[in-house]
């Protein structure tokens, strides 16, 4: 499996855990087994002349220039202290090995790809004919608060892949900046617990910076925030193969500007939105509760489709929304017991403000046990104009 070959490639990362769940284990303990080296042979997928092959744990920054061809042929992973530079204009090109590569920013590391329209910065397959699922995509890993674990203690959990921790006390964790950033063709699955999305974002802080980011063509989610505080806006997301947004674990930040769209046959949820972790528990006794504004979902009309999925007791407030093509625009599921989902409706916590539906067949679906009128939910019904995605989306995103 994927996780045994990583933990022999770098030789040094000892944990007791491969999945999200609190951890007390000793420290970690990294080595510098990177490796950086040209490549002058040519030829397929292991890079041509002058290429740039990225892999390992890496203990000292890494910069990346436009003028230099770049190839990932393995998980690469920046160590605490350490930050991944990314000029404006490059082009990172990954072996199309699945999840058996992707990068990583762990707790204490930072990326900084800050870019522009004209210049952004690219993660894409290395394939000839790429496609979804062709690499893991990015991960970020801060010390932001996770409800996974209990409030103020000093536990972490760890990713699905990889083991690498995250989560902690502090609401303004930096991992740095993306901006301007697409990332194609990421995203797998080893099986229904293990899997990396486009983006994985966990426990990651608000003085993080996610501003113009889209995820094209991703074998699995397409940005999934694992609690924290990040704020990002301007997201797109085109045929995303499962939920286009996913976020769990207490996630509180704002999220402003998205687009998403989705493709036939080839898709999940436009937003799948749980309060906590359900494969582990609620130790911090709260749940997810961002701010979504101004979102443009385009679905496929593909049978017994659903814009928005609200579950495990999430909260949030969804303002300027505008949703065409779905069987269901809001489905809310829960119960009377651990997943209050329809008890925050009832105490204002999860509303959905200014939402225009067009070719919806169902507006809102109450699945929660918990007794409401839609007008609870629902305020503003046929006021929502999206975002302005052909504005802010132009020249640098592809499939607009």
Same mark, same amino acid.
């Given at each position: 499996?994927?996780?045994?070959?990583?933990?022999?490639?770098?030789?040094?990362?000892?944990?007791?855990?491969?999945?999200?769940?609190?951890?007390?284990?000793?420290?970690?303990?990294?080595?510098?087994?990177?490796?950086?080296?040209?490549?002058?042979?040519?030829?397929?997928?292991?890079?041509?002349?002058?290429?740039?092959?990225?892999?390992?744990?890496?203990?000292?920054?890494?910069?990346?220039?436009?003028?230099?061809?770049?190839?990932?042929?393995?998980?690469?992973?920046?160590?605490?202290?350490?930050?991944?530079?990314?000029?404006?204009?490059?082009?990172?090109?990954?072996?199309?090995?699945?999840?058996?590569?992707?990068?990583?920013?762990?707790?204490?590391?930072?990326?900084?790809?800050?870019?522009?329209?004209?210049?952004?910065? /690219?993660?894409? $397959?290395?394939? %000839?004919?790429? *496609? !979804?699922? &062709?690499?893991?995509?990015?991960?970020?890993? #801060?010390?932001?608060?996770?409800?996974?674990?209990?409030?103020?203690?000093?536990?972490?959990?760890?990713?699905?892949?990889?083991?690498?921790?995250?989560?902690?006390?502090?609401?303004?964790?930096?991992?740095?900046?993306?901006?301007?950033?697409?990332?194609?063709?990421?995203?797998?699955?080893?099986?229904?617990?293990?899997?990396?999305?486009?983006?994985?974002?966990?426990?990651?802080?608000?003085?993080?910076?996610?501003?113009?980011?889209?995820?094209?063509?991703?074998?699995?989610?397409?940005?999934?925030?694992?609690?924290?505080? /990040?704020?990002? $806006?301007?997201? %797109?997301?085109? *045929? !995303?193969? &499962?939920?286009?947004?996913?976020?769990?674990? #207490?996630?509180?930040?704002?999220?402003?500007?998205?687009?998403?769209?989705?493709?036939?046959?080839?898709?999940?949820?436009?937003?799948?939105?749980?309060?906590?972790?359900?494969?582990?528990?609620?130790?911090?006794?709260?749940?997810?509760?961002?701010?979504?504004?101004?979102?443009?979902?385009?679905?496929?009309?593909?049978?017994?489709?659903?814009?928005?999925?609200?579950?495990?007791?999430?909260?949030?407030?969804?303002?300027?929304?505008?949703?065409?093509?779905?069987?269901?625009?809001?489905?809310?599921?829960?119960?009377?017991?651990?997943?209050?989902?329809?008890?925050?409706?009832?105490?204002?916590?999860?509303?959905?403000?200014?939402?225009?539906?067009?070719?919806?067949?169902?507006?809102?679906?109450?699945?929660?046990?918990?007794?409401?009128?839609?007008?609870?939910?629902?305020?503003?019904?046929?006021?929502?104009?999206?975002?302005?995605?052909?504005?802010?989306?132009?020249?640098?995103?592809?499939?607009?």
């Amino acid at each position: 499996m994927m996780k045994t070959k990583f933990i022999l490639f770098i030789g040094a990362i000892a944990f007791a855990f491969a999945s999200c769940e609190s951890d007390d284990t000793a420290d970690i303990i990294i080595e510098d087994n990177s490796v950086t080296t040209i490549n002058n042979n040519g030829g397929g997928d292991d890079g041509g002349d002058d290429v740039v092959i990225l892999s390992g744990v890496y203990t000292s920054d890494l910069n990346l220039t436009a003028d230099q061809d770049y190839l990932v042929n393995g998980p690469v992973i920046m160590s605490s202290g350490t930050t991944l530079n990314i000029a404006p204009g490059t082009t990172v090109r990954v072996a199309p090995v699945g999840v058996n590569a992707y990068i990583a920013i762990t707790q204490g590391a930072k990326i900084i790809a800050d870019a522009n329209a004209n210049n952004p910065i /690219v993660f894409t $397959s290395n394939a %000839s004919n790429p *496609g !979804s699922g &062709d690499w893991g995509g990015l991960v970020l890993c #801060g010390f932001a608060p996770i409800n996974s674990t209990a409030v103020g203690s000093t536990d972490t959990s760890t990713t699905e892949i990889g083991s690498l921790s995250y989560g902690g006390n502090d609401p303004a964790d930096d991992s740095g900046i993306l901006r301007y950033v697409r990332v194609e063709y990421a995203g797998g699955a080893i099986n229904g617990n293990t899997e990396l999305n486009g983006v994985s974002i966990h426990g990651v802080g608000n003085t993080t910076v996610m501003d113009y980011v889209q995820l094209y063509f991703g074998s699995d989610d397409g940005f999934e925030f694992f609690g924290g505080t /990040v704020n990002a $806006s301007h997201l %797109s997301v085109v *045929g !995303s193969e &499962d939920d286009s947004i996913d976020w769990t674990e #207490g996630y509180t930040g704002n999220l402003t500007d998205i687009y998403i769209e989705q493709i036939a046959g080839a898709h999940d949820k436009a937003f799948e939105c749980d309060g906590y972790n359900t494969d582990f528990s609620n130790e911090g006794g709260y749940f997810s509760a961002p701010n979504v504004t101004n979102v443009t979902i385009v679905g496929s009309g593909d049978t017994d489709d659903e814009a928005i999925r609200l579950r495990a007791g999430t909260q949030g407030i969804f303002t300027n929304v505008l949703i065409s093509d779905f069987d269901e625009g809001f489905d809310l599921d829960g119960d009377m017991g651990d997943n209050p989902t329809g008890q925050g409706v009832l105490d204002d916590l999860l509303q959905a403000i200014d939402v225009t539906f067009n070719n919806v067949n169902t507006k809102v679906k109450n699945d929660t046990t918990f007794t409401f009128d839609e007008a609870d939910f629902l305020s503003g019904d046929g006021n929502g104009t999206g975002t302005d995605y052909a504005t802010w989306g132009a020249g640098w995103t592809r499939g607009l």
